[in-house]
């Protein structure tokens, strides 16, 4: 198993592009979340899926689109950059379980610098 | 949402000294993970207890969900248990800043 992967690695925008950041696991999980780490500020959730064509809003989500068309995959869509979204992204997956969630996995996170 | 609180918000150790975090909530646990982000940003689970005691080599972790807390044990601390220790309790809520922990040769 690959488990959870993100692309790119790292990634310079100007204001106002626009991008998406990909992010897939192989491990038939459920629960699909995304996260932003700023320095100082432990990671904060984005936005989240409990599964195939649900989706849902977390703490910061002003800015960002997701979707979830497939179980593995969970792109996060950046529609007009803004120096504020410079950030490190990371994406994780857990199996939803017989009694709520369990073990969460990490991607190893994208490095994202707007200029 | 469910608060965190975790302590102490930083700690320096020197190697092969005890040391243990330790992560209040502000309602049920039902779910809590520990996680160590090492100094390259790797985020790698330590442990799944949403209650009881697990030990894996010299970590150990101890949550008592009727409590609300959560307590993890570093023993003989190495130079490759600094970072940040986080104690998120669910996949839907943000995590806190963490407790950073540096150990020192």
């Known amino acids: 198993n690959a488990g959870v992967t993100q692309t790119p690695k790292f990634q310079v925008l100007k204001t106002g592009q626009s991008m998406t950041l990909q992010c897939a696991q192989d491990?038939?999980?459920?629960?699909m979340s995304w996260y932003r780490q700023d320095p100082g500020m432990g990671l904060r959730l984005i936005h989240y899926s409990v599964g195939a064509g649900i989706t849902d809003q977390g703490e910061v989500p002003n800015g960002y689109n997701v979707s979830r068309s497939t179980t593995e995959d969970f792109p996060l869509r950046l529609l007009s950059a803004a120096p504020s979204q410079t950030s490190v992204y990371f994406c994780?997956?857990?199996?939803?379980?017989?009694?709520?969630?369990?073990?969460?996995?990490f991607g190893p996170g994208t490095r994202l610098l707007v200029l | 949402g469910i608060q965190v609180e975790q302590s102490p918000p930083d700690l320096i150790l020197q190697e092969g000294a005890n040391s243990t975090l330790r992560c209040n909530f502000s309602?049920?646990?039902?779910?809590l993970q520990w996680f160590h982000q090492n100094p390259w940003g790797q985020l790698i689970n330590l442990f799944y207890i949403p209650s009881g005691t697990k030990q894996n080599g010299r970590l150990s972790a101890t949550t008592v969900a009727t409590e609300r807390y959560s307590l993890l044990y570093i023993s003989s601390s190495q130079t490759t248990d600094s970072g940040v220790y986080f104690c998120?309790?669910?996949?839907?809520?943000?995590f806190g800043a963490g407790t950073t922990v540096t150990v020192r040769a």
């Open positions: 994780a997956s857990s199996y939803a379980g017989t009694s709520g969630q369990e073990t969460q996995y």
């Open positions: 491990m038939n999980h459920e629960y």
């Open positions: 309602d049920s646990v039902n779910n």
């Open positions: 998120p309790d669910d996949y839907k809520l943000s």
